[in-house]
């Protein structure tokens, strides 16, 4: 196994599989069962169905090989391609430094996320104290680039975990969905990557993951839909039981002021 291999592994990422009918954004519900991605021949169907391939953030073998100043300088030069491509002046003052700008922006910012060094340490201590009620951390901003076209989306996560002997600082929790949500995503992902590291850091399946955003790949776009946002949500463990799933959602609906 190479070292890229060894650092995706590290993430905690689990084996490929279908998001269950929960997890499907609302604006778009479709049914994984009846969709084969290999029957959309064309990229404009496969975009429009804003379905991700797999739970794995796909990565090439080499992703790692080139430093981040090099991920720059090459972006940097293709994105003022772009620019001179759609007729812009890069002699401008306003925009001869864009091209550089928004590489690294790209690399050193809003994609941070792909990269394995800049995981976020989920430290843990002992539940001395023997708490064993849920612990939800909600209202999380997440902030996030639609896979499909590159568009924000943003809204709020809500993460909630119950002990099996360990505890976790809770800014921890909110870096973790940070670091998720700093690459090119689709929210099912998200929501399943999420679960994943929190479940693999606290040793408990314990965990639910939920998840409520707008995309601007619809409202700016398409359909230009402006008042929908996308639900998804993530429950394992004791959360597959209805009650505590209620007790969890009534919890996140509370109003919190200070």
Do not use: W
């Not at 994984?32 to 404009?44: A, G, P, V, W, Y």
């Not at 001179?84 to 002699?91: I, K, M, Q």
């Not at 001869?96 to 843990?124: H, Q, S």
């Not at 409202?219 to 969890?248: C, L, N, P, Y």
């Amino acid at each position: 196994m190479n070292n890229s291999a060894q650092e995706l592994l590290f993430l905690g990422f689990g084996s490929q599989r279908k998001v269950s009918s929960t997890a499907l954004p609302h604006h778009n519900l479709l049914d994984l069962k009846k969709l084969d991605l290999h029957e959309l021949t064309t990229i404009e169907e496969l975009g429009d169905a804003h379905v991700g391939s797999r739970e794995l953030t796909p990565l090439r073998e080499d992703a790692f090989e080139l430093s981040d100043n090099e991920k720059i300088e090459i972006i940097q030069e293709h994105f003022a391609k772009i620019m001179e491509t759609l007729g812009l002046d890069l002699t401008d003052d306003s925009l001869k430094g864009t091209p550089y700008r928004v590489a690294k922006m790209y690399v050193k910012e809003i994609f941070e996320g792909l990269n394995p060094k800049n995981r976020p340490e989920a430290r843990t201590f002992s539940n001395g104290y023997d708490y064993s009620d849920m612990v939800i951390e909600k209202n999380i901003q997440v902030t996030s680039f639609c896979e499909h076209h590159f568009l924000p989306f943003i809204g709020k996560a809500h993460v909630a975990y119950i002990s099996k002997g360990k505890v976790i600082g809770l800014s921890k929790i909110n870096r973790l969905v940070d670091y998720f949500a700093r690459r090119p995503q689709v929210q099912e992902r998200l929501t399943l990557q999420i679960a994943d590291a929190l479940s693999e850091a606290m040793e408990t399946e314990d965990v639910a993951v939920f998840i409520d955003s707008k995309h601007l790949c619809v409202s700016t776009r398409g359909i230009k839909d402006h008042s929908s946002s996308t639900v998804t949500s993530e429950f394992r463990g004791a959360f597959k039981d209805k009650d505590v799933q209620q007790k969890f959602i009534d919890f996140v609906k509370t109003d919190t002021q200070l």
